[in-house]
Protein backbone atom coordinates (compact mmCIF):
# COMPACT_ATOMS: atom_id res chain seq x y z
CA UNK A 1 0.00 0.00 0.00
CA UNK A 2 2.00 2.56 -1.48
CA UNK A 3 -0.18 5.48 0.30
CA UNK A 4 -0.55 3.91 3.79
CA UNK A 5 2.58 2.93 5.88
CA UNK A 6 3.57 2.29 9.07
CA UNK A 7 3.99 5.90 10.38
CA UNK A 8 0.31 6.20 9.17
CA UNK A 9 -1.52 3.26 10.88
CA UNK A 10 0.20 4.12 14.55
CA UNK A 11 -1.12 7.78 14.00
CA UNK A 12 -4.77 6.29 13.43
CA UNK A 13 -3.85 3.89 16.52
CA UNK A 14 -2.47 7.10 18.79
CA UNK A 15 -5.25 9.42 17.58
CA UNK A 16 -8.17 6.80 18.66
CA UNK A 17 -6.88 6.28 22.19
CA UNK A 18 -6.02 2.75 21.70
CA UNK A 19 -3.21 1.25 23.55
CA UNK A 20 -2.39 -1.74 21.34
CA UNK A 21 1.13 -3.17 21.32
CA UNK A 22 2.76 -1.81 17.45
CA UNK A 23 5.49 -3.58 15.83
CA UNK A 24 7.10 -2.09 12.64
CA UNK A 25 8.25 -5.15 10.37
CA UNK A 26 10.48 -3.74 7.60
CA UNK A 27 12.67 -5.34 4.64
CA UNK A 28 15.48 -2.59 6.11
CA UNK A 29 16.29 0.08 8.39
CA UNK A 30 14.32 3.02 7.13
CA UNK A 31 13.88 6.60 8.66
CA UNK A 32 10.87 5.79 8.58
CA UNK A 33 10.96 2.56 10.93
CA UNK A 34 13.30 4.94 13.12
CA UNK A 35 10.31 7.72 13.21
CA UNK A 36 7.62 4.89 14.42
CA UNK A 37 9.57 3.70 17.65
CA UNK A 38 10.19 7.58 18.25
CA UNK A 39 6.64 7.93 18.08
CA UNK A 40 5.42 5.12 20.13
CA UNK A 41 5.99 1.85 18.58
CA UNK A 42 6.48 -0.85 20.84
CA UNK A 43 9.27 -2.87 18.44
CA UNK A 44 10.60 -3.39 15.02
CA UNK A 45 12.00 -6.53 13.10
CA UNK A 46 13.59 -6.77 9.41
CA UNK A 47 11.45 -9.03 7.16
CA UNK A 48 15.03 -11.38 7.46
CA UNK A 49 14.28 -11.49 11.36
CA UNK A 50 11.32 -12.59 11.56
CA UNK A 51 12.18 -15.50 14.01
CA UNK A 52 12.29 -12.92 16.53
CA UNK A 53 8.48 -11.82 16.05
CA UNK A 54 7.07 -13.96 18.67
CA UNK A 55 9.26 -12.66 21.56
CA UNK A 56 9.10 -9.35 19.94
CA UNK A 57 5.45 -9.68 20.73
CA UNK A 58 5.32 -11.34 24.07
CA UNK A 59 7.65 -8.14 24.98
CA UNK A 60 5.32 -5.38 23.93
CA UNK A 61 2.52 -7.27 25.98
CA UNK A 62 4.42 -6.90 28.95
CA UNK A 63 4.99 -3.35 28.37
CA UNK A 64 1.45 -3.20 27.69
CA UNK A 65 0.84 -4.83 30.89
CA UNK A 66 2.74 -2.46 32.52
CA UNK A 67 1.83 0.43 31.19
CA UNK A 68 -1.71 -0.35 31.86
CA UNK A 69 -1.18 -0.94 35.42
CA UNK A 70 0.63 2.49 35.71
CA UNK A 71 -2.68 3.86 34.41
CA UNK A 72 -4.63 2.30 36.69
CA UNK A 73 -2.95 3.41 39.59
CA UNK A 74 -2.01 7.24 38.35
CA UNK A 75 -6.10 7.94 38.16
CA UNK A 76 -6.44 5.97 41.61
CA UNK A 77 -3.83 8.23 42.79
CA UNK A 78 -5.56 11.42 40.71
CA UNK A 79 -9.37 10.32 42.24
CA UNK A 80 -7.76 9.78 45.93
CA UNK A 81 -6.08 13.16 45.54
CA UNK A 82 -9.38 14.75 44.35
CA UNK A 83 -11.44 13.05 47.30
CA UNK A 84 -9.46 14.56 49.49
CA UNK A 85 -9.18 17.41 47.89
CA UNK A 86 -13.12 17.90 48.09
CA UNK A 87 -12.97 16.73 51.68
CA UNK A 88 -10.59 19.41 52.49
CA UNK A 89 -12.37 21.71 51.00
CA UNK A 90 -15.82 21.31 51.10
CA UNK A 91 -15.31 20.44 54.82
CA UNK A 92 -17.81 22.13 57.22
CA UNK A 93 -15.11 21.69 59.59
CA UNK A 94 -11.85 23.57 59.75
CA UNK A 95 -8.41 22.19 58.24
CA UNK A 96 -5.49 23.36 59.14
CA UNK A 97 -1.85 22.15 58.96
CA UNK A 98 0.65 24.49 61.22
CA UNK A 99 4.03 24.47 62.17
CA UNK A 100 4.78 24.43 66.00
CA UNK A 101 6.45 28.67 65.62
CA UNK A 102 2.85 29.56 64.31
CA UNK A 103 3.27 29.64 60.58
CA UNK A 104 -0.07 28.03 58.54
CA UNK A 105 1.20 25.53 56.02
CA UNK A 106 -2.34 25.20 54.27
CA UNK A 107 -5.79 25.27 55.89
CA UNK A 108 -9.56 24.83 53.88
CA UNK A 109 -11.93 28.01 53.46
CA UNK A 110 -13.92 26.51 56.71
CA UNK A 111 -10.64 27.95 58.47
CA UNK A 112 -10.71 31.32 56.91
CA UNK A 113 -14.86 31.48 57.68
CA UNK A 114 -14.51 30.76 61.21
CA UNK A 115 -11.48 33.18 62.59
CA UNK A 116 -13.25 36.23 59.48
CA UNK A 117 -10.95 36.26 56.79
CA UNK A 118 -11.45 35.67 53.29
CA UNK A 119 -8.88 33.72 51.60
CA UNK A 120 -6.44 31.08 52.58
CA UNK A 121 -3.56 33.68 50.77
CA UNK A 122 -4.78 35.97 53.11
CA UNK A 123 -4.75 33.46 56.83
CA UNK A 124 -1.25 32.24 55.72
CA UNK A 125 0.23 36.06 56.34
CA UNK A 126 -1.14 35.73 59.94
CA UNK A 127 0.97 33.57 62.15
CA UNK A 128 -1.44 31.32 64.31
CA UNK A 129 -0.40 33.29 67.69
CA UNK A 130 -2.59 36.10 66.31
CA UNK A 131 -5.89 33.92 67.25
CA UNK A 132 -5.10 33.32 70.75
CA UNK A 133 -6.37 35.60 73.55
CA UNK A 134 -2.98 35.17 75.57
CA UNK A 135 0.43 34.06 74.81
CA UNK A 136 0.26 31.42 77.69
CA UNK A 137 -2.79 29.86 76.04
CA UNK A 138 -1.02 28.10 72.86
CA UNK A 139 1.68 28.11 74.76
CA UNK A 140 0.38 25.62 77.15
CA UNK A 141 -1.57 24.04 74.27
CA UNK A 142 1.68 22.99 72.87
CA UNK A 143 3.26 21.79 76.05
CA UNK A 144 0.26 19.39 76.26
CA UNK A 145 0.34 18.12 72.37
CA UNK A 146 4.03 17.56 72.24
CA UNK A 147 3.24 15.20 75.73
CA UNK A 148 0.59 13.07 74.75
CA UNK A 149 1.12 13.80 70.16
CA UNK A 150 -3.05 13.47 70.17
CA UNK A 151 -5.40 16.25 71.85
CA UNK A 152 -9.20 15.39 71.00
CA UNK A 153 -12.07 17.73 71.94
CA UNK A 154 -10.01 20.92 73.36
CA UNK A 155 -12.09 23.62 73.69
CA UNK A 156 -10.61 27.62 74.04
CA UNK A 157 -11.46 30.82 73.17
CA UNK A 158 -10.17 32.42 70.21
CA UNK A 159 -10.18 35.77 68.47
CA UNK A 160 -11.45 36.35 64.98
CA UNK A 161 -9.67 38.79 62.93
CA UNK A 162 -12.49 41.43 63.63
CA UNK A 163 -11.69 40.91 67.51
CA UNK A 164 -14.65 39.17 68.05
CA UNK A 165 -14.38 36.24 70.82
CA UNK A 166 -15.57 32.38 69.67
CA UNK A 167 -15.35 29.31 71.21
CA UNK A 168 -13.57 26.21 69.09
CA UNK A 169 -13.31 22.76 69.60
CA UNK A 170 -9.78 21.21 68.14
CA UNK A 171 -8.86 17.93 67.11
CA UNK A 172 -5.35 17.70 66.40
CA UNK A 173 -2.76 15.43 66.13
CA UNK A 174 1.58 16.31 66.45
CA UNK A 175 2.87 14.97 63.10
CA UNK A 176 6.05 14.79 61.19
CA UNK A 177 6.23 17.35 58.05
CA UNK A 178 8.03 16.55 54.92
CA UNK A 179 11.37 17.54 56.14
CA UNK A 180 11.34 15.93 59.41
CA UNK A 181 10.01 18.68 61.00
CA UNK A 182 6.89 18.13 63.67
CA UNK A 183 3.68 19.96 62.11
CA UNK A 184 0.17 20.28 63.69
CA UNK A 185 -2.30 18.85 62.01
CA UNK A 186 -6.45 19.10 62.63
CA UNK A 187 -9.92 19.99 62.63
CA UNK A 188 -11.92 22.79 64.54
CA UNK A 189 -15.29 23.45 64.37
CA UNK A 190 -16.67 26.58 65.89
CA UNK A 191 -18.93 25.69 68.79
CA UNK A 192 -19.88 30.01 70.22
CA UNK A 193 -23.80 28.89 69.62
CA UNK A 194 -23.31 26.10 71.55
CA UNK A 195 -21.56 27.98 74.24
CA UNK A 196 -24.16 30.87 74.46
CA UNK A 197 -26.41 28.08 74.65
CA UNK A 198 -25.30 26.57 77.08
CA UNK A 199 -24.37 29.43 79.40
CA UNK A 200 -28.25 30.19 78.68
CA UNK A 201 -29.49 26.85 79.95
CA UNK A 202 -26.97 27.42 82.82
CA UNK A 203 -28.81 30.92 83.25
CA UNK A 204 -32.25 29.45 83.19
CA UNK A 205 -31.42 26.75 85.73
CA UNK A 206 -30.14 28.99 88.17
CA UNK A 207 -32.88 31.16 88.25
CA UNK A 208 -35.39 27.99 87.74
CA UNK A 209 -33.58 26.73 91.10
CA UNK A 210 -33.23 30.10 92.94
CA UNK A 211 -37.45 30.21 92.03
CA UNK A 212 -38.00 27.08 93.39
CA UNK A 213 -35.57 26.82 96.30
CA UNK A 214 -36.84 30.47 97.12
CA UNK A 215 -40.72 29.75 96.86
CA UNK A 216 -43.38 29.59 99.33
CA UNK A 217 -44.80 26.15 97.47
CA UNK A 218 -42.58 22.68 97.66
CA UNK A 219 -42.23 20.98 95.02
CA UNK A 220 -41.56 16.67 95.47
CA UNK A 221 -41.46 13.94 93.13
CA UNK A 222 -43.16 10.38 93.65
CA UNK A 223 -42.32 6.77 91.88
CA UNK A 224 -44.92 4.93 91.40
CA UNK A 225 -45.39 3.14 94.67
CA UNK A 226 -45.81 6.57 96.42
CA UNK A 227 -41.87 7.17 97.50
CA UNK A 228 -40.47 10.39 97.53
CA UNK A 229 -37.41 10.46 94.88
CA UNK A 230 -36.84 14.59 95.53
CA UNK A 231 -37.76 17.31 97.17
CA UNK A 232 -37.18 21.22 97.14
CA UNK A 233 -35.28 23.22 100.58
CA UNK A 234 -39.03 24.49 101.30
CA UNK A 235 -40.23 21.32 102.26
CA UNK A 236 -38.43 22.48 105.63
CA UNK A 237 -40.59 25.20 106.25
CA UNK A 238 -43.47 23.36 105.56
CA UNK A 239 -42.93 20.17 107.14
CA UNK A 240 -39.60 20.23 109.37
CA UNK A 241 -37.98 18.10 107.55
CA UNK A 242 -34.49 18.36 106.06
CA UNK A 243 -34.46 17.62 102.78
CA UNK A 244 -32.00 14.63 102.68
CA UNK A 245 -34.45 13.06 105.34
CA UNK A 246 -37.52 13.58 103.68
CA UNK A 247 -36.62 11.93 100.63
CA UNK A 248 -36.98 8.25 100.59
CA UNK A 249 -39.96 8.27 102.62
CA UNK A 250 -43.03 6.69 101.84
CA UNK A 251 -45.71 10.08 100.87
CA UNK A 252 -48.12 7.57 102.46
CA UNK A 253 -47.10 7.37 105.66
CA UNK A 254 -46.81 10.73 106.26
CA UNK A 255 -50.90 11.51 105.31
CA UNK A 256 -53.54 11.45 107.96
CA UNK A 257 -55.24 8.37 108.32
CA UNK A 258 -58.33 8.93 106.18
CA UNK A 259 -56.62 10.17 103.12
CA UNK A 260 -53.80 7.14 103.22
CA UNK A 261 -56.93 4.93 103.47
CA UNK A 262 -59.11 6.78 100.22
CA UNK A 263 -55.68 6.57 98.35
CA UNK A 264 -55.20 2.81 99.21
CA UNK A 265 -58.01 1.84 97.75
CA UNK A 266 -57.43 2.36 94.69
CA UNK A 267 -57.59 6.15 93.96
CA UNK A 268 -53.90 6.25 93.80
CA UNK A 269 -53.45 3.06 91.27
CA UNK A 270 -56.21 4.91 88.80
CA UNK A 271 -54.77 8.27 88.76
CA UNK A 272 -51.26 6.23 87.35
CA UNK A 273 -53.79 4.34 85.24
CA UNK A 274 -54.01 8.06 83.01
CA UNK A 275 -50.70 9.82 82.01
CA UNK A 276 -50.81 13.51 82.22
CA UNK A 277 -53.52 13.93 84.41
CA UNK A 278 -53.74 16.70 87.17
CA UNK A 279 -55.49 16.56 90.34
CA UNK A 280 -56.27 19.01 93.13
CA UNK A 281 -56.63 17.87 96.87
CA UNK A 282 -56.40 19.22 100.51
CA UNK A 283 -55.44 16.72 103.03
CA UNK A 284 -53.52 16.72 106.21
CA UNK A 285 -49.46 15.53 106.62
CA UNK A 286 -47.93 15.31 109.70
CA UNK A 287 -45.17 17.64 110.96
CA UNK A 288 -41.79 16.27 111.77
CA UNK A 289 -43.01 18.24 115.23
CA UNK A 290 -46.06 15.69 115.49
CA UNK A 291 -48.92 18.29 114.68
CA UNK A 292 -50.93 17.91 111.31
CA UNK A 293 -50.69 20.66 108.66
CA UNK A 294 -53.27 20.89 106.49
CA UNK A 295 -51.60 20.72 102.44
CA UNK A 296 -53.18 21.82 99.47
CA UNK A 297 -51.73 19.49 96.22
CA UNK A 298 -51.65 19.69 92.88
CA UNK A 299 -50.36 16.40 91.52
CA UNK A 300 -49.69 15.79 87.94
CA UNK A 301 -48.96 12.00 86.63
CA UNK A 302 -45.61 12.35 84.48
CA UNK A 303 -44.57 8.89 85.06
CA UNK A 304 -44.25 8.21 81.63
CA UNK A 305 -42.37 11.28 80.40
CA UNK A 306 -39.18 10.22 79.97
CA UNK A 307 -36.92 13.88 81.02
CA UNK A 308 -39.03 13.17 84.42
CA UNK A 309 -40.44 9.75 85.40
CA UNK A 310 -42.28 10.79 88.39
CA UNK A 311 -45.56 11.71 89.63
CA UNK A 312 -44.85 15.80 90.22
CA UNK A 313 -46.01 17.56 93.39
CA UNK A 314 -46.82 21.11 93.83
CA UNK A 315 -47.91 21.68 97.16
CA UNK A 316 -47.86 24.11 100.04
CA UNK A 317 -49.38 25.19 103.34
CA UNK A 318 -52.73 26.18 104.30
CA UNK A 319 -53.32 25.10 107.70
CA UNK A 320 -53.80 28.51 108.41
CA UNK A 321 -56.22 29.22 106.05
CA UNK A 322 -58.00 26.35 107.08
CA UNK A 323 -57.81 27.22 110.82
CA UNK A 324 -59.43 30.70 109.78
CA UNK A 325 -62.42 28.72 107.85
CA UNK A 326 -62.94 26.70 110.84
CA UNK A 327 -62.58 29.38 113.11
CA UNK A 328 -65.09 30.97 111.00
CA UNK A 329 -67.34 27.95 111.31
CA UNK A 330 -66.72 27.38 114.68
CA UNK A 331 -67.18 31.34 116.08
CA UNK A 332 -70.37 31.56 114.37
CA UNK A 333 -71.68 28.23 115.70
CA UNK A 334 -70.48 29.05 119.45
CA UNK A 335 -72.20 32.48 118.94
CA UNK A 336 -75.68 30.64 117.71
CA UNK A 337 -75.40 28.75 120.74
CA UNK A 338 -74.85 31.47 123.04
CA UNK A 339 -77.71 33.58 121.38
CA UNK A 340 -80.41 30.77 121.00
CA UNK A 341 -79.59 29.17 124.47
CA UNK A 342 -81.61 29.75 127.33
CA UNK A 343 -79.85 27.52 130.00
CA UNK A 344 -76.25 26.65 130.39
CA UNK A 345 -76.79 23.37 130.29
CA UNK A 346 -77.72 23.59 126.58
CA UNK A 347 -75.03 26.16 126.01
CA UNK A 348 -71.98 25.16 127.61
CA UNK A 349 -71.77 21.79 125.98
CA UNK A 350 -71.58 23.08 122.78
CA UNK A 351 -69.30 26.05 123.71
CA UNK A 352 -66.47 23.20 124.95
CA UNK A 353 -66.90 20.66 121.92
CA UNK A 354 -66.47 23.60 119.62
CA UNK A 355 -63.45 25.01 121.40
CA UNK A 356 -61.85 21.89 121.38
CA UNK A 357 -61.70 21.32 117.98
CA UNK A 358 -61.44 24.76 116.97
CA UNK A 359 -57.64 24.72 119.24
CA UNK A 360 -56.85 21.14 118.71
CA UNK A 361 -57.34 20.76 122.31
CA UNK A 362 -56.68 17.75 124.53
CA UNK A 363 -58.48 18.79 127.06
CA UNK A 364 -61.71 21.88 127.49
CA UNK A 365 -62.76 22.95 130.66
CA UNK A 366 -64.87 25.76 132.29
CA UNK A 367 -64.64 27.23 135.79
CA UNK A 368 -67.71 29.51 137.09
CA UNK A 369 -67.76 31.94 140.24
CA UNK A 370 -70.89 31.01 142.53
CA UNK A 371 -71.94 34.62 143.44
CA UNK A 372 -73.95 33.23 146.67
CA UNK A 373 -70.94 31.00 147.84
CA UNK A 374 -67.55 33.34 146.71
CA UNK A 375 -66.39 30.01 144.94
CA UNK A 376 -65.36 28.95 141.75
CA UNK A 377 -66.31 25.53 140.21
CA UNK A 378 -65.51 23.62 137.31
CA UNK A 379 -68.89 23.46 135.71
CA UNK A 380 -67.88 21.48 132.50
CA UNK A 381 -64.77 19.51 131.08
CA UNK A 382 -64.01 17.67 127.92
CA UNK A 383 -60.92 15.45 128.32
CA UNK A 384 -60.31 15.97 131.73
CA UNK A 385 -60.76 13.40 134.57
CA UNK A 386 -64.33 13.16 135.08
CA UNK A 387 -64.34 14.13 138.95
CA UNK A 388 -63.13 17.34 138.07
CA UNK A 389 -66.28 18.45 137.64
CA UNK A 390 -67.95 19.95 140.61
CA UNK A 391 -64.87 20.63 141.78
CA UNK A 392 -64.38 23.61 143.51
CA UNK A 393 -60.72 25.32 142.64
CA UNK A 394 -58.50 27.32 145.49
CA UNK A 395 -59.07 30.55 146.08
CA UNK A 396 -55.33 31.22 145.96
CA UNK A 397 -54.79 28.98 142.77
CA UNK A 398 -54.02 30.67 139.16
CA UNK A 399 -58.02 30.84 138.43
CA UNK A 400 -58.76 32.81 140.78
CA UNK A 401 -55.31 35.32 140.09
CA UNK A 402 -56.96 35.02 136.13
CA UNK A 403 -60.10 36.59 137.37
CA UNK A 404 -58.32 38.98 139.78
CA UNK A 405 -56.62 40.48 137.14
CA UNK A 406 -58.45 40.06 134.06
CA UNK A 407 -55.49 38.85 131.85
CA UNK A 408 -54.88 35.34 130.15
CA UNK A 409 -52.80 33.07 131.39
CA UNK A 410 -50.29 30.61 129.43
CA UNK A 411 -47.87 27.74 130.18
CA UNK A 412 -46.26 25.95 128.42
CA UNK A 413 -44.24 23.44 130.47
CA UNK A 414 -46.78 22.58 133.51
CA UNK A 415 -46.06 18.79 133.00
CA UNK A 416 -44.06 18.74 136.29
CA UNK A 417 -46.17 21.06 138.15
CA UNK A 418 -48.35 19.66 140.76
CA UNK A 419 -51.06 22.54 140.89
CA UNK A 420 -52.47 20.89 137.35
CA UNK A 421 -52.29 17.16 138.57
CA UNK A 422 -55.89 16.81 140.32
CA UNK A 423 -57.11 17.03 136.50
CA UNK A 424 -55.72 13.28 135.72
CA UNK A 425 -54.34 14.32 132.92
CA UNK A 426 -50.81 12.30 131.46
CA UNK A 427 -48.53 13.79 129.12
CA UNK A 428 -49.84 17.53 129.25
CA UNK A 429 -47.30 19.94 128.24
CA UNK A 430 -49.02 23.35 127.95
CA UNK A 431 -52.01 25.06 129.63
CA UNK A 432 -54.26 28.20 129.20
CA UNK A 433 -56.69 30.43 130.14
CA UNK A 434 -58.82 33.09 129.69
CA UNK A 435 -61.12 34.94 131.66
CA UNK A 436 -64.38 34.77 131.42
CA UNK A 437 -65.69 39.21 132.11
CA UNK A 438 -69.37 39.97 131.93
CA UNK A 439 -70.50 43.32 132.29
CA UNK A 440 -66.94 44.83 133.73
CA UNK A 441 -67.57 41.73 136.27
CA UNK A 442 -65.49 38.11 136.42
CA UNK A 443 -68.08 35.31 135.90
CA UNK A 444 -65.37 32.51 135.52
CA UNK A 445 -62.52 31.25 133.22
CA UNK A 446 -62.11 28.75 130.15
CA UNK A 447 -59.27 26.54 130.18
CA UNK A 448 -57.89 24.47 127.98
CA UNK A 449 -54.79 22.17 127.34
CA UNK A 450 -52.62 19.96 124.99
CA UNK A 451 -49.54 17.93 124.65
CA UNK A 452 -48.09 20.34 122.25
CA UNK A 453 -47.28 23.41 123.08
CA UNK A 454 -50.03 26.68 122.66
CA UNK A 455 -48.72 29.32 120.63
CA UNK A 456 -50.00 33.48 120.88
CA UNK A 457 -52.16 33.07 118.52
CA UNK A 458 -53.99 30.17 119.92
CA UNK A 459 -54.15 32.31 123.27
CA UNK A 460 -55.81 35.02 120.96
CA UNK A 461 -58.36 32.89 120.00
CA UNK A 462 -59.47 31.34 123.28
CA UNK A 463 -59.63 34.88 124.52
CA UNK A 464 -61.80 35.96 121.65
CA UNK A 465 -64.26 33.02 122.37
CA UNK A 466 -63.80 33.62 126.31
CA UNK A 467 -65.46 37.51 125.33
CA UNK A 468 -68.30 36.32 122.88
CA UNK A 469 -68.90 33.12 125.85
CA UNK A 470 -68.82 35.93 128.81
CA UNK A 471 -71.76 37.72 127.77
CA UNK A 472 -73.94 34.79 126.90
CA UNK A 473 -72.89 32.81 130.12
CA UNK A 474 -74.30 35.86 131.99
CA UNK A 475 -77.14 36.28 129.78
CA UNK A 476 -78.60 32.80 130.69
CA UNK A 477 -77.11 32.67 134.14
CA UNK A 478 -79.11 35.73 134.87
CA UNK A 479 -82.39 34.10 133.55
CA UNK A 480 -82.06 30.69 135.44
CA UNK A 481 -81.55 32.86 138.37
CA UNK A 482 -84.68 34.95 137.96
CA UNK A 483 -86.78 31.59 137.01
CA UNK A 484 -85.06 30.45 140.35
CA UNK A 485 -86.20 33.91 141.78
CA UNK A 486 -89.75 33.09 140.01
CA UNK A 487 -90.32 29.63 141.40
CA UNK A 488 -88.93 30.39 144.76
CA UNK A 489 -91.29 33.55 145.14
CA UNK A 490 -94.62 31.03 143.77
CA UNK A 491 -93.60 28.62 146.82
CA UNK A 492 -93.78 31.64 149.44
CA UNK A 493 -96.52 33.25 148.28
CA UNK A 494 -98.24 29.02 147.68
CA UNK A 495 -97.69 29.35 151.47
CA UNK A 496 -99.39 32.16 152.42
CA UNK A 497 -102.71 31.15 153.77
CA UNK A 498 -104.70 33.91 152.35
CA UNK A 499 -104.69 35.57 149.07
CA UNK A 500 -101.94 37.37 148.37
CA UNK A 501 -101.75 39.29 144.60
CA UNK A 502 -97.97 40.65 143.28
CA UNK A 503 -99.09 43.98 141.24
CA UNK A 504 -96.14 45.80 138.86
CA UNK A 505 -96.29 49.77 139.00
CA UNK A 506 -99.05 49.35 136.56
CA UNK A 507 -100.98 47.82 138.82
CA UNK A 508 -101.47 45.00 136.66
CA UNK A 509 -101.26 41.60 138.46
CA UNK A 510 -97.78 39.74 137.83
CA UNK A 511 -98.41 36.92 139.82
CA UNK A 512 -100.97 35.39 142.63
CA UNK A 513 -101.18 32.19 144.90
CA UNK A 514 -103.58 29.55 144.19
CA UNK A 515 -106.02 31.03 146.98
CA UNK A 516 -105.99 34.52 145.22
CA UNK A 517 -106.43 32.80 141.96
CA UNK A 518 -109.68 30.79 143.67
CA UNK A 519 -110.93 34.85 144.65
CA UNK A 520 -109.99 36.08 141.14
CA UNK A 521 -112.22 33.17 139.20
CA UNK A 522 -115.22 33.78 141.60
CA UNK A 523 -115.34 37.30 140.80
CA UNK A 524 -114.70 36.67 137.05
Request: glycine content about 6%; overall charge negative.
Amino acid sequence: LPQFDALSALNILQQNGLDIPFIVVTGSLEEMALECMKQGADDYLLKDHLPRLGPAVRQALRQKQIRSQKQQADQALRESEERYRLLFENNLAAVFRITLDGRILDCNQAYCDILGYSSRLEIKTYSAQAFYLKTSERTDFLQLLQAQKVVRNFEIQLRRKDGGLIWVVENVSLIEGKEGDPVIQGTMMDITAAKQTEATLRTRERRFRALVENSSDAVALLDAEGFLRYATPSVSRILGYEVQDFVGQSAFDLLDPPTRKYLSQGSYARFLSQPDKSELAEFRVNHKNGSWRWIENIATNLLDDPDVGAVVCNFRDITDRKRREQEREALLKVASVLRTSSTRKEMLPVLLDQLSGLLDADGVAIALLNTSTNATVIELERGFSAQAVGMQLPADGITHQIMASGQPYLNNAVDDQPEFAFLGLKEVRAFAGAPLIGKGEPIGVLWICRKMAIGEEDLQLLMAVADMAANGIRRVTLHEQTLEQARQLRHIMNTVPEGLLLLSEEKRIVQANSLAQDYLALLA
